[in-house]
C-alpha cells in the first residue's frame, strides 16, 4: 500500500457518502478535510476508521458485517479485506488512507478512471431530471446510446435490447438464437464463463463457477484458446488454429442432430485467465459454422470498447463479423449497463412481449454515453495499445525469468500470469495467493481467475497514463521479487 499520512488524516475525518463536490479540486482531488463538529476517534480496530457524528466505522467491523449477511459463495479478497473508501482516476483509498493503484477496476468494470467528470456530470444531470421511465416511453439518452452502440458494433442492420447485467445479456442472445434456429442445441468453449442466471450457467464451462449442470438446453463444449492446457499446445498457431476447427466438425458430424442453434465465445476468456487464441481462430470456427447456419455469438463483456487495444471489439482480431454481440461491465464505468447486439431479423424473432424493467434505464444511458463518448473522442483504444505494449515490453523478461511464472499472455490492457510448479503447468494456488497478497503490499490492485485460480490478471483503466503504468509494472516486480 501507499502510505500517505496526510490523506489519512483527512481520510479519518469525511465520511464518503456525505463527501461533496464542492470539496474536491478540479479532478477530483480532496483539497481539505470535512470536519464533523461531534466526530471524535474511535477504535479503529485492524484498519483505521471511517468516524461521522459519532458513528465509527472501521475496515474490521465491515468485514464481519459483509460475513453476516452475504452469502458464503461471496468472499472478499485477500485475508484482511480491503474496504473502498472512494477512488480518482486509477487510484482508490481505503478507510486507512492507504491508496491503491487499481489495475482490475472492479473486474474490468471502472474503465475509464473513479469519479470520471465527464461520467460524474452526466449522472448527475440525469439523475436531476428524471431515473426511470422504462422503455414504454421515448426516452433520449436510451434512444442516443442505442444509436451509438448499434453504430460501434460492426453488425449490419443492428438492433440492441438493454439489460441490467452481462448475464441477462447472454441469456437474451440465447433466447433469440434458439429461437431464431427453433434448436435448443449450443456450442460454447472450454474453460468459459457466461454468467451466473441459469442459461448461461449451462454455457458456462469454467468448473470452480458452474453451479448446475441442470439446464433445458443441451450444451457441447469444443477446444478453444485456453493453449497453455489444450492438446494442442505445441502445435504452431495456424496448426491449432486447424486442430481447434477439426475438433468443431467432429463434434457437429458425431455428436449434433445437426441443427445446432449457436456458438457463444469470449474472444479472449476472462474469468478463465485471459486465455488468448490466435488471431482468426473464430473466423475459422465462423465458415463451419455458417455452412450449416450456425449463429455465432461474442461475448464481449471483458474484451469491448477497445480493451484488447489492437481492436474495438475482440471479434475483430479474428476476421469474423459475430451474427451478435453481448457487452456490460465497463460500458457505464461502474453503472450497471449492459445488453445484446444482433442483427435485426434475429432480434425480430421475439414476437410476444419482452421487457426488461431496468434495460436501458436513463441513467445507466447517460453513463454509457459519457464512457463511451469519452473513449472514442479520446482514443483510449489507442491508448491501451501503447500502454500494453509498454507493459508487455516491460514484464517480459521478468516472466521469463520467474521459474513459477508458467505464461504471460493477453494483449491490449488485458494481462496474466499463470502461476505453476517452477518448470511445469502443475496450478501453484498457494503461491498465487502469496503473489497477489504481495501486490496489495505494494500498493497494487489485481484479479485472480484462472481454472484453478492460479492467474494472476491485470486490466488498468484504459486512460492509464505512462507513470500509472511505471508505477504498476514496479510494484508487480517487486511482488515477484517478494514472492521468489
Ligand atoms: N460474460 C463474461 C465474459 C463475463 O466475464 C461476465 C462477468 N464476469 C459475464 C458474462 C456476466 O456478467 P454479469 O456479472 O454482469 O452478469
Same mark, same amino acid.
Given at each position: 500500500?501507499?502510505?500517505?499520512?496526510?490523506?489519512?488524516v483527512?481520510?479519518l475525518?469525511?465520511?464518503?457518502?456525505?463527501?461533496?463536490?464542492?470539496?474536491?479540486?478540479?479532478?477530483?482531488?480532496?483539497?481539505?478535510?470535512?470536519?464533523y463538529p461531534?466526530?471524535?476517534?474511535?477504535d479503529?480496530?485492524?484498519g483505521?476508521?471511517?468516524i461521522?457524528?459519532?458513528?465509527?466505522?472501521s475496515?474490521?467491523?465491515?468485514?464481519?458485517?459483509?460475513?453476516?449477511?452475504?452469502?458464503?459463495?461471496?468472499? *472478499?479478497?485477500? *485475508?484482511?479485506?480491503?474496504?473502498?473508501?472512494?477512488g480518482?482516476?486509477?487510484?482508490?483509498?481505503?478507510?486507512?488512507?492507504?491508496?491503491?493503484?487499481?489495475?482490475?477496476?472492479?473486474?474490468?468494470?471502472?474503465m475509464?478512471?473513479?469519479?470520471?467528470?465527464a461520467?460524474?456530470?452526466?449522472?448527475?444531470?440525469?439523475?436531476a431530471?428524471?431515473?426511470?421511465?422504462?422503455?414504454?416511453?421515448?426516452?433520449?439518452?436510451?434512444?442516443?446510446?442505442?444509436?451509438?452502440?448499434?453504430?460501434?458494433?460492426?453488425?449490419?442492420?443492428?438492433?440492441?435490447?438493454f439489460?441490467?447485467?452481462?448475464?441477462?445479456?447472454n441469456d437474451?442472445?440465447?433466447?433469440?438464437?434458439?429461437?431464431?434456429?427453433?434448436s435448443n442445441?449450443i456450442?460454447?468453449?472450454?474453460?468459459?464463463?457466461h454468467?451466473?442466471?441459469?442459461?448461461?450457467?449451462?454455457?458456462?464451462?469454467?468448473s470452480?463457477?458452474?453451479?448446475?449442470?441442470?439446464?433445458?438446453?443441451?450444451?457441447?463444449?469444443?477446444?478453444?484458446?485456453?493453449?497453455?492446457?489444450? *492438446?494442442?499446445?505445441?502445435?504452431?498457431?495456424?496448426?491449432?488454429?486447424?486442430a481447434?476447427?477439426?475438433?468443431?466438425?467432429?463434434?457437429?458430424?458425431?455428436?449434433?442432430?445437426?441443427?445446432?442453434?449457436a456458438?457463444?465465445?469470449?474472444?479472449?476468456?476472462?474469468v478463465?485467465?485471459?486465455?488468448t487464441?490466435?488471431?482468426?481462430?473464430?473466423?475459422?470456427?465462423?465458415?463451419?459454422?455458417?455452412?450449416?447456419?450456425?449463429?455465432?455469438?461474442?461475448?464481449?463483456?471483458?474484451t469491448?470498447?477497445?480493451?484488447?487495444?489492437d481492436?474495438?471489439?475482440?471479434?475483430?482480431?479474428?476476421?469474423?463479423?459475430?451474427?451478435?454481440?453481448?457487452?456490460?461491465?465497463?460500458?457505464?464505468?461502474?453503472?450497471t449497463?449492459?445488453?445484446v447486439?444482433?442483427r435485426?431479423?434475429i432480434?425480430?424473432?421475439?414476437?410476444?412481449?419482452?421487457?426488461?424493467?431496468f434495460?436501458?434505464n436513463?441513467?445507466?444511458?447517460?453513463?454509457?454515453i459519457?464512457?463511451?463518448?469519452?473513449?472514442?473522442?479520446?482514443?483510449l483504444?489507442?491508448?491501451?495499445k501503447?500502454m500494453?505494449?509498454?507493459?508487455h515490453?516491460?514484464?517480459?523478461a521478468?516472466?521469463?525469468?520467474? *521459474?513459477?511464472?508458467a505464461e504471460?499472455?493477453?494483449?491490449g490492457?488485458?494481462?496474466?500470469?499463470?502461476?505453476?510448479e517452477?518448470?511445469?503447468?502443475?496450478?501453484?494456488k498457494?503461491?498465487t495467493?502469496?503473489?497477489?497478497?504481495?501486490?496489495?503490499?505494494?500498493?497494487?490492485?489485481v484479479?485472480?481467475?484462472?481454472?484453478?485460480?492460479?492467474?494472476?490478471?491485470?486490466?488498468?483503466?484504459?486512460?492509464v497514463?505512462?507513470?500509472?503504468?511505471?508505477?504498476?509494472?514496479?510494484?508487480?516486480?517487486?511482488?515477484?521479487?517478494?514472492?521468489?
Amino acid at each position: 500500500m501507499v502510505s500517505d499520512g496526510s490523506l489519512l488524516v483527512r481520510t479519518l475525518c469525511v465520511k464518503s457518502s456525505a463527501r461533496n463536490q464542492a470539496e474536491r479540486g478540479e479532478h477530483g482531488v480532496e483539497i481539505g478535510p470535512r470536519l464533523y463538529p461531534d466526530a471524535r476517534e474511535g477504535d479503529a480496530g485492524s484498519g483505521g476508521a471511517t468516524i461521522v457524528a459519532g458513528v465509527t466505522t472501521s475496515t474490521a467491523d465491515l468485514a464481519a458485517r459483509y460475513r453476516k449477511v452475504l452469502p458464503s459463495f461471496l468472499a *472478499p479478497y485477500y *485475508p484482511e479485506p480491503i474496504s473502498i473508501d472512494h477512488g480518482e482516476g486509477s487510484n482508490v483509498f481505503d478507510l486507512d488512507g492507504n491508496r491503491y493503484l487499481d489495475f482490475f477496476g472492479g473486474v474490468l468494470t471502472t474503465m475509464i478512471g473513479h469519479s470520471h467528470p465527464a461520467v460524474t456530470a452526466a449522472v448527475q444531470e440525469q439523475a436531476a431530471k428524471v431515473m426511470h421511465t422504462s422503455t414504454l416511453y421515448l426516452s433520449e439518452p436510451m434512444i442516443e446510446f442505442a444509436e451509438m452502440v448499434c453504430d460501434a458494433s460492426g453488425i449490419p442492420d443492428a438492433r440492441v435490447y438493454f439489460t441490467p447485467s452481462g448475464s441477462e445479456a447472454n441469456d437474451a442472445a440465447i433466447l433469440m438464437a434458439t429461437s431464431y434456429r427453433k434448436s435448443n442445441q449450443i456450442l460454447a468453449i472450454r474453460n468459459s464463463y457466461h454468467g451466473r442466471s441459469f442459461a448461461t450457467q449451462a454455457v458456462t464451462s469454467h468448473s470452480s463457477w458452474k453451479s448446475t449442470a441442470i439446464s433445458g438446453l443441451q450444451v457441447q463444449f469444443v477446444q478453444g484458446g485456453y493453449r497453455l492446457r489444450s *492438446p494442442y499446445r505445441d502445435l504452431p498457431d495456424d496448426e491449432f488454429t486447424s486442430a481447434c476447427v477439426d475438433d468443431l466438425v467432429q463434434l457437429l458430424d458425431m455428436t449434433s442432430a445437426g441443427d445446432v442453434a449457436a456458438m457463444i465465445a469470449e474472444p479472449i476468456q476472462g474469468v478463465g485467465g485471459f486465455a488468448t487464441p490466435p488471431d482468426g481462430m473464430f473466423g475459422a470456427f465462423g465458415k463451419e459454422l455458417a455452412n450449416r447456419g450456425i449463429l455465432f455469438i461474442s461475448d464481449e463483456v471483458q474484451t469491448g470498447w477497445g480493451r484488447t487495444g489492437d481492436h474495438f471489439w475482440g471479434y475483430q482480431a479474428h476476421d469474423i463479423v459475430p451474427d451478435m454481440l453481448t457487452f456490460a461491465k465497463g460500458v457505464g464505468n461502474g453503472i450497471t449497463l449492459a445488453g445484446v447486439v444482433a442483427r435485426a431479423e434475429i432480434m425480430d424473432t421475439i414476437d410476444v412481449l419482452n421487457f426488461s424493467t431496468f434495460g436501458g434505464n436513463p441513467l445507466s444511458a447517460a453513463a454509457g454515453i459519457a464512457t463511451l463518448r469519452t473513449v472514442q473522442d479520446e482514443d483510449l483504444q489507442g491508448n491501451a495499445k501503447a500502454m500494453g505494449e509498454r507493459f508487455h515490453e516491460a514484464m517480459q523478461a521478468t516472466a521469463d525469468d520467474t *521459474p513459477w511464472i508458467a505464461e504471460m499472455r493477453g494483449r491490449g490492457l488485458m494481462w496474466a500470469f499463470e502461476i505453476c510448479e517452477p518448470g511445469g503447468v502443475e496450478p501453484d494456488k498457494a503461491r498465487t495467493a502469496d503473489f497477489h497478497e504481495a501486490c496489495r503490499r505494494h500498493g497494487l490492485l489485481v484479479g485472480k481467475g484462472g481454472l484453478y485460480g492460479n492467474v494472476v490478471r491485470l486490466a488498468p483503466m484504459l486512460n492509464v497514463t505512462a507513470d500509472e503504468m511505471d508505477e504498476g509494472v514496479a510494484a508487480l516486480q517487486a511482488a515477484v521479487a517478494d514472492v521468489s
